[in-house]
Protein backbone atom coordinates (compact mmCIF):
# COMPACT_ATOMS: atom_id res chain seq x y z
CA UNK A 1 0.00 0.00 0.00
CA UNK A 2 2.68 2.57 0.95
CA UNK A 3 4.58 1.62 -2.14
CA UNK A 4 1.15 2.19 -4.63
CA UNK A 5 1.02 5.62 -2.86
CA UNK A 6 4.84 6.56 -3.17
CA UNK A 7 4.49 5.69 -6.78
CA UNK A 8 1.12 7.74 -6.89
CA UNK A 9 2.66 11.10 -5.23
CA UNK A 10 5.61 10.83 -7.86
CA UNK A 11 3.08 10.53 -10.89
CA UNK A 12 1.82 13.13 -9.51
CA UNK A 13 4.26 15.64 -9.11
CA UNK A 14 5.81 14.38 -12.50
CA UNK A 15 2.22 16.18 -13.76
CA UNK A 16 2.58 18.90 -12.02
CA UNK A 17 5.98 19.84 -13.10
CA UNK A 18 5.83 18.91 -16.85
CA UNK A 19 2.23 21.68 -16.50
CA UNK A 20 4.51 24.12 -14.91
CA UNK A 21 6.92 23.70 -17.89
CA UNK A 22 4.21 23.60 -20.32
CA UNK A 23 3.04 26.82 -18.57
CA UNK A 24 6.03 28.26 -18.41
CA UNK A 25 7.15 27.79 -22.20
CA UNK A 26 3.58 29.28 -23.51
CA UNK A 27 4.23 32.08 -20.64
CA UNK A 28 7.80 33.00 -22.92
CA UNK A 29 6.01 32.58 -26.11
CA UNK A 30 3.31 34.79 -25.47
CA UNK A 31 5.46 37.57 -23.39
CA UNK A 32 9.02 37.06 -24.57
CA UNK A 33 10.12 37.06 -20.82
CA UNK A 34 10.63 34.59 -18.40
CA UNK A 35 12.54 35.77 -15.85
CA UNK A 36 13.82 32.96 -13.19
CA UNK A 37 11.31 30.25 -14.49
CA UNK A 38 11.62 26.65 -14.54
CA UNK A 39 12.58 25.63 -17.94
CA UNK A 40 14.44 22.48 -17.54
CA UNK A 41 14.62 19.96 -20.21
CA UNK A 42 11.93 22.49 -22.52
CA UNK A 43 11.89 22.05 -26.38
CA UNK A 44 12.54 25.45 -27.78
CA UNK A 45 13.95 24.41 -31.02
CA UNK A 46 13.91 27.21 -33.74
CA UNK A 47 11.59 29.73 -31.74
CA UNK A 48 12.21 33.12 -32.24
CA UNK A 49 13.02 34.60 -28.99
CA UNK A 50 15.33 37.95 -30.25
CA UNK A 51 15.56 40.43 -26.96
CA UNK A 52 14.13 37.64 -24.30
CA UNK A 53 14.01 37.92 -20.73
CA UNK A 54 15.62 34.47 -19.75
CA UNK A 55 17.97 35.84 -16.74
CA UNK A 56 17.95 33.27 -13.78
CA UNK A 57 15.97 30.45 -16.01
CA UNK A 58 16.96 27.30 -15.84
CA UNK A 59 17.21 25.79 -18.95
CA UNK A 60 19.31 22.65 -17.83
CA UNK A 61 19.63 20.17 -20.45
CA UNK A 62 17.04 22.33 -22.96
CA UNK A 63 16.97 22.45 -26.25
CA UNK A 64 17.62 25.87 -28.24
CA UNK A 65 19.15 24.77 -31.34
CA UNK A 66 18.38 27.07 -34.34
CA UNK A 67 17.17 28.87 -31.70
CA UNK A 68 16.63 33.13 -32.44
CA UNK A 69 18.36 34.78 -28.63
CA UNK A 70 19.96 37.56 -30.53
CA UNK A 71 20.18 40.84 -27.40
CA UNK A 72 18.33 38.31 -25.16
CA UNK A 73 19.20 38.28 -21.53
CA UNK A 74 20.35 35.06 -19.68
CA UNK A 75 22.34 36.48 -17.60
CA UNK A 76 22.98 34.13 -14.48
CA UNK A 77 20.88 31.52 -16.62
CA UNK A 78 21.38 27.66 -16.06
CA UNK A 79 22.27 25.82 -19.58
CA UNK A 80 24.17 22.70 -18.54
CA UNK A 81 24.03 20.44 -21.14
CA UNK A 82 21.66 22.39 -23.39
CA UNK A 83 21.68 21.40 -27.28
CA UNK A 84 22.31 25.47 -28.43
CA UNK A 85 23.71 24.27 -32.08
CA UNK A 86 23.40 26.14 -34.44
CA UNK A 87 21.86 28.71 -32.70
CA UNK A 88 21.98 32.52 -33.04
CA UNK A 89 22.73 34.09 -29.86
CA UNK A 90 24.50 37.08 -31.37
CA UNK A 91 25.14 40.08 -28.62
CA UNK A 92 23.09 38.61 -26.05
CA UNK A 93 24.29 38.52 -22.03
CA UNK A 94 25.49 35.50 -20.18
CA UNK A 95 27.08 36.83 -17.70
CA UNK A 96 27.20 34.62 -15.00
CA UNK A 97 25.55 31.96 -16.59
CA UNK A 98 26.44 28.23 -16.74
CA UNK A 99 27.07 26.81 -20.22
CA UNK A 100 29.20 23.84 -19.23
CA UNK A 101 29.12 20.78 -21.13
CA UNK A 102 26.54 22.99 -23.43
CA UNK A 103 26.47 22.31 -27.06
CA UNK A 104 27.70 25.39 -29.02
CA UNK A 105 28.71 24.30 -32.44
CA UNK A 106 28.65 26.58 -35.33
CA UNK A 107 26.61 28.53 -32.81
CA UNK A 108 26.69 32.63 -33.61
CA UNK A 109 27.62 34.22 -29.91
CA UNK A 110 29.01 37.22 -31.81
CA UNK A 111 29.23 40.61 -29.37
CA UNK A 112 28.31 38.18 -26.56
CA UNK A 113 28.74 38.96 -22.90
CA UNK A 114 30.34 35.78 -21.48
CA UNK A 115 32.24 37.57 -18.76
CA UNK A 116 32.28 35.26 -15.77
CA UNK A 117 30.33 32.63 -17.63
CA UNK A 118 31.43 28.82 -16.90
CA UNK A 119 32.02 27.24 -20.24
CA UNK A 120 33.95 24.50 -18.80
CA UNK A 121 33.71 21.46 -21.26
CA UNK A 122 31.66 23.00 -23.25
CA UNK A 123 31.72 22.20 -27.13
CA UNK A 124 32.11 25.33 -29.32
CA UNK A 125 33.67 23.78 -32.08
CA UNK A 126 33.56 26.04 -35.45
CA UNK A 127 31.36 28.76 -33.55
CA UNK A 128 31.42 32.28 -33.88
CA UNK A 129 32.72 34.61 -30.96
CA UNK A 130 33.77 37.52 -33.31
CA UNK A 131 34.03 40.63 -30.44
CA UNK A 132 32.72 38.57 -27.41
CA UNK A 133 33.66 39.43 -24.04
CA UNK A 134 35.42 36.59 -22.21
CA UNK A 135 36.79 38.03 -19.41
CA UNK A 136 37.15 36.01 -16.55
CA UNK A 137 35.09 33.36 -18.26
CA UNK A 138 36.25 29.46 -17.32
CA UNK A 139 36.65 27.70 -20.39
CA UNK A 140 38.57 24.45 -19.38
CA UNK A 141 38.42 21.67 -21.22
CA UNK A 142 36.35 23.59 -24.17
CA UNK A 143 36.74 22.84 -27.42
CA UNK A 144 36.93 25.83 -29.71
CA UNK A 145 38.21 24.33 -32.62
CA UNK A 146 37.99 25.90 -35.71
CA UNK A 147 36.19 28.78 -33.28
CA UNK A 148 36.51 32.41 -34.70
CA UNK A 149 37.45 34.78 -31.80
CA UNK A 150 38.63 37.73 -33.62
CA UNK A 151 38.69 40.85 -31.65
CA UNK A 152 37.43 38.88 -28.31
CA UNK A 153 38.31 40.30 -25.32
CA UNK A 154 39.33 37.76 -22.97
CA UNK A 155 41.42 38.14 -20.05
CA UNK A 156 42.30 36.54 -16.55
CA UNK A 157 40.18 33.66 -18.34
CA UNK A 158 40.81 29.83 -17.83
CA UNK A 159 41.41 28.17 -20.98
CA UNK A 160 43.49 25.55 -19.65
CA UNK A 161 43.17 22.25 -21.45
CA UNK A 162 41.18 24.04 -24.08
CA UNK A 163 41.13 22.80 -27.30
CA UNK A 164 41.75 25.70 -29.79
CA UNK A 165 43.72 23.86 -32.75
CA UNK A 166 42.67 26.45 -35.84
CA UNK A 167 40.86 29.01 -33.73
CA UNK A 168 41.24 32.32 -35.04
CA UNK A 169 42.41 34.64 -32.29
CA UNK A 170 43.37 37.26 -34.57
CA UNK A 171 43.37 41.13 -33.39
CA UNK A 172 42.28 39.18 -30.05
CA UNK A 173 42.94 40.48 -26.34
CA UNK A 174 44.41 37.97 -24.34
CA UNK A 175 46.03 38.97 -20.99
CA UNK A 176 46.88 37.25 -17.60
CA UNK A 177 45.09 33.94 -19.62
CA UNK A 178 45.76 30.19 -18.66
CA UNK A 179 46.49 28.38 -21.54
CA UNK A 180 48.01 25.43 -19.45
CA UNK A 181 47.61 22.19 -21.46
CA UNK A 182 45.74 24.17 -24.44
CA UNK A 183 45.77 22.57 -27.61
CA UNK A 184 47.13 25.29 -30.29
CA UNK A 185 48.46 23.46 -33.51
CA UNK A 186 47.74 25.83 -36.04
CA UNK A 187 45.74 28.54 -33.70
CA UNK A 188 45.96 31.67 -35.60
CA UNK A 189 47.59 34.20 -33.72
CA UNK A 190 47.32 37.77 -35.53
CA UNK A 191 47.58 41.63 -34.22
CA UNK A 192 46.93 39.61 -31.10
CA UNK A 193 47.50 41.61 -27.91
CA UNK A 194 49.08 38.92 -25.19
CA UNK A 195 50.35 39.21 -21.68
CA UNK A 196 53.73 38.12 -23.58
CA UNK A 197 53.41 41.44 -26.43
CA UNK A 198 52.11 41.38 -29.61
CA UNK A 199 51.69 38.09 -31.33
CA UNK A 200 52.13 38.09 -35.25
CA UNK A 201 53.49 34.42 -35.30
CA UNK A 202 49.87 33.24 -36.98
CA UNK A 203 50.20 36.50 -39.53
Request: glycine share 8%.
Amino acid sequence: MKKLLLILLISLSYIASAGQLDDNIQKLKASNSCEGCNLQGANLRGQYLNGANLSGADLLGAILSRVFLSNADLSGANLIRADITRANLREANFSEANLSQAELMKTSLSGANLQKANLMGADLTDASLFGAILVRANLSHADLSGANLRWTSIGETDLSHSNLSGADLSYATLIEVDLTGANLKETIFCNTTTSWGVDNSGC
